[in-house]
């Protein structure tokens, strides 16, 4: 936003993402209420630019199902934010549907009770209230196998590109640079706090770093010389060696719709449609041949990612490793597409969920689909200082919904304080005993 790059700044925010620029825009804010100084002390840098990484193609889906509860809090943050300027981050408040099997029925009503204790309201179906519900809103709905659905009522999703660029503008409008094509290439170090940070267009010194890598974060864990494995401890006394980073490819797509609009029975735009049946077979509408041993799909209206009407979602990522080539990104990169069967998968599970979607494997968007996450090791962000001075958002690839972590994370640096939202995110876990354990679900996400 201005050819002048500082040789010296308060903040230098890493990663033009969600997270990196939800911080910067956050941190101006909070600089100016306090009085401690304004957008002009933030910059943001990114090697290519805004948006560049997993923020720009992520489906847009703004949920709150997670088995892991204190995530509900950030996530009712996180809706504040989008909440606060609708338009320009393209925020559509259409809510949430999960639907499962009667094995993950104690697990949304314990979902429920989390997010109501932070004003995150959602109601919780049974039986034959459950199948009531969806075909209420989808009447063309195949119920058959589900016993439990979770509303999120103040969910939605919202338009990446729009989102990304609507963030940029409010950091612009509070005074915060964004600098594109400034690579980082190493951090200058004095008695383990950062003094400055080299780039490919000069050094910039600095009172604090914050990381909003997405998928980078391992490689800028690296130059700080941190280690590329951890001891981690769970509460019943395992102990457990893992890698500090697992990258994963994921598998999302489009489907157009040429002889129908996706609406609800009201005429509405629907919901984000979430469906896990962990015991339930997928079976290829075209051939009959059973796909997988059970069902994970979510989608929503396409929006402003289709070129025509129709759908965006996916499916479960696929793990690949501890290494991963991150450059070239996205639909760029010819490693990391998704693969053929995919678009069976996909097509298959809407057909078998809902009567409009019936064979529409021809309808399928041929596109690149192509994106990669690094989660952290028990698949849960980090939120926590690496440094004296060096501070990291590391999503786990849960990145584009929680727009609220960077205003924390903003409240965090300016206020001195620690936020209680933040503290069981902090990379101590580990070692304490309170790593996150396994949720009661096939997915990474959940």
Not at 51 to 70: D, F, H, K, Q, W
Not at 207 to 221: Q, S
Request: proline share 4%.
């Amino acid at each position: 936003m201005t050819n002048a790059m500082p040789k010296s700044v308060g903040y230098v925010v890493v990663g033009a993402g969600i997270h990196g620029l939800s911080t910067a825009w956050h941190l101006a804010m909070e600089l100016k209420a306090k009085g401690k100084g304004s957008g002009a002390d933030v910059v943001v840098l990114d090697k290519t630019g805004v948006g560049a990484g997993a923020s720009g193609i992520a489906c847009g889906c703004v949920r709150n199902l997670y088995m892991t509860e204190p995530l509900h809090a950030i996530l009712r943050h996180s809706v504040d934010v989008w909440s606060y300027d609708p338009v320009a981050f393209g925020f559509q408040q259409v809510g949430y549907v999960s639907a499962g099997e009667a094995n993950q029925a104690e697990d949304y009503e314990r979902l429920a009770a989390s997010q109501k204790r932070v004003g995150y309201h959602s109601e919780v179906f049974h039986g034959k209230d459950a199948k009531k519900f969806l075909r209420n809103i989808w009447p063309d709905f195949k119920t058959d196998g589900i016993d439990v659905v979770l509303h999120e009522k103040i969910s939605g999703y919202a338009g990446t590109r729009q989102a990304v660029n609507g963030l940029a503008q409010k950091c612009k409008d509070h005074g915060v640079r964004i600098f594109s094509d400034v690579e980082v290439k190493g951090y200058d170090t004095t008695s383990g706090r950062v003094s400055a940070v080299r780039t490919n267009q000069g050094d910039i010194r600095c009172d604090a770093v914050v990381w909003g890598l997405g998928a980078w974060t391992p490689k800028h864990w690296a130059m700080l010389g941190k280690s590329d494995t951890i001891e981690a401890r769970y509460a019943d006394g395992e102990v457990q060696k893992k890698d500090m980073w697992t990258y994963w490819r994921l598998l999302e797509g489009e489907v157009y719709t040429p002889d129908f609009t996706y609406r609800t029975a009201e005429d509405r735009d629907p919901p984000v449609l979430h469906v896990e049946l962990m015991n339930t077979p997928l079976v290829d509408q075209m051939t009959g041949k059973e796909l997988s041993d059970n069902v994970y799909i979510y989608w929503k209206n396409g929006a402003e990612r289709m070129d025509r009407p129709g759908i965006q979602g996916g499916t479960m990522p696929i793990k690949i490793g501890p290494k991963a080539v991150t450059d070239p990104y996205g639909h760029a990169n010819d490693e990391y597409q998704a693969d053929s069967w995919f678009a069976d998968y996909m097509t298959s599970a809407m057909g078998q969920l809902m009567d409009r979607f019936q064979k529409c494997r021809p309808n399928f968007r041929e596109r690149r689909n192509g994106g990669i996450g690094a989660f952290t090791p028990d698949n849960v962000p980090i939120f926590d200082w690496v440094a004296p001075n060096v501070y990291m958002i590391a999503d786990s690839n849960h990145g584009f919904k929680m727009t609220g972590a960077g205003k924390l994370v903003a409240r965090m640096l300016v206020g001195g304080n620690r936020v209680s939202e933040l503290m069981p995110f902090a990379l101590d876990r580990f070692q304490k005993g309170k790593t996150f354990g396994k949720s009661n679900s096939h997915c990474p996400w959940v």
